[in-house]
Structures are given as structure tokens and as C-alpha cells.
């Protein structure tokens, strides 16, 4: 298993403005994942970051609105640039080690 | 990507045992069936994963008929902290994508 840290847990940002997520695992991991979970909803993927190249998108997010960062086999960055209302919502890493593993996200609210 | 379909949510009463079904009618050969639990502001946490057959661990049990078109979750005995959504995924272990379907929404009722 693997023990996986975010901060922070919350915030409150106003708009326009940009958030840095950290997520910290306790174990080197190849791959890590980044998904958002708005209010009520399932959680959706937004990139893949492997540690050394450039994370991968899925469909409808983008690097200049989700920029990652993987500077090592521990530890991603997602940051939520020029936020509006709609990006309200919990962001959460997960890694890959045999099983995906999740990290406890981060609420965001957008005001 | 295989997609899943399970219920909304489901009742059930404390000590019961509770059944919860997926079907996922396109898995494929390589996919694996994996099941989690989340709970309000946590993230999803790892119940159990099969192949085929059944698989047991000390959470839950994991059934698989031989055709793998679909998957029962069943949790022996539930207690009101079972309260959850439960998600059924099928996914290449080790691949990129996990799809999250709407869920099962289970309510444990005192």
C-alpha cells in the first residue's frame, strides 16, 4: 500500500486567481494520477504524471488550466490557474501501486 | 475502456449482508474488476479486486461468473460505518485510465 498526503486540505481562492496542489506519497511511485470530483459527482481523470515527462491530458483539461509538475518519484504538483465558481470542487492524487491509492484531495471553492 | 453500470444507492439495514452488482459487458481479457469505498471528504480507499471465480478478503467478498459481464460486491454483516459509495471498476491492472462510474450510493440504517 502506499500512504499518500495533499495540501492543503481546503481552500477558499478567489477568482482569477491560481492554486498550487501538493501531493506527497510515502513510497517512489512511477506513475501518478489526478482527478477532480465536483460536488455529488464521480470522480473524473484529469492527467497522468509520470516522474521525468510530461503529463499526459485527458480529454477536456488542458497543461495551461491544469499545470503539473513531477519532480520526483514522490512527490506532483497540480495547480488550478485563473480560477472561476465552476472549478469548485475536491482534486485528488492517487498512485499506482498495484492497486490506485488516493490521497484524502483537497476542497476547493472558488469565490 | 470498460464502462460499469450499478445502482443509484441501495438501503440496507445494520447486520445484514448487502449484495451490490456491476455489469461491465465490455471488459476485456486483461481487465481486472476492483471495487472501492468512499466516504464524505475521503478519497476512495482499495476494497477488494478479482479476476474470475471469487475472492475474499477480511472486508468483503468479490463474486465473478465465468462470462465476467458483471461482478457482486458483498459485505457480510453491515454496520452503520459502512455507509459509503461504492465504485466497481474494470481496468488493466497497471494502466493509465480508471474509469469512475456514478457509483452505488449504500445506506445503513440503524
Known amino acids: 500500500s502506499a500512504v499518500i498526503s495533499q495540501k492543503p486540505s481546503r481552500d477558499i481562492c478567489q477568482r482569477g486567481t491560481s492554486l498550487t496542489i501538493q501531493c506527497q506519497v510515502d513510497?517512489?511511485?512511477?506513475?501518478m494520477f489526478w482527478y477532480r470530483q465536483q460536488p455529488g459527482q464521480s470522480l473524473t481523470l484529469i492527467a497522468t504524471a509520470n516522474q521525468g515527462s510530461e503529463a499526459t491530458y485527458e480529454s477536456g483539461f488542458v497543461i495551461d488550466k491544469f499545470p503539473i509538475s513531477r519532480p520526483n518519484l514522490t512527490f506532483s504538483t497540480l495547480t488550478v490557474s485563473n480560477m472561476s465558481p465552476e472549478d469548485s470542487s475536491i482534486y485528488l492524487c492517487s498512485v499506482d501501486s498495484g492497486v490506485q491509492y488516493f490521497g484524502p484531495g483537497t476542497r476547493l471553492t472558488v469565490t | 475502456l470498460a464502462k460499469t453500470t450499478q445502482p443509484i444507492s441501495m438501503d440496507s439495514y445494520e447486520g445484514q449482508e448487502v449484495n451490490i452488482t456491476c455489469s461491465h459487458n465490455n471488459i476485456a481479457t486483461n481487465d481486472y474488476i476492483t471495487w472501492y469505498q468512499q466516504f464524505p471528504s475521503q478519497g476512495p480507499r482499495f476494497i477488494i479486486q478479482g479476476y474470475k471465480t471469487k475472492v475474499t478478503n477480511e472486508v468483503a467478498s468479490l463474486f465473478i461468473p465465468a462470462d465476467r459481464k458483471s461482478s457482486t460486491l458483498s459485505l457480510p454483516r453491515v454496520s452503520l460505518s459502512d455507509t459509503a459509495v461504492y465504485y466497481c471498476l474494470v481496468d488493466q491492472t497497471g494502466a493509465n485510465n480508471l474509469f469512475f462510474g456514478t457509483g452505488t450510493r449504500l445506506t445503513v440504517i440503524p
Open positions: 513510497s517512489q511511485v512511477t506513475m
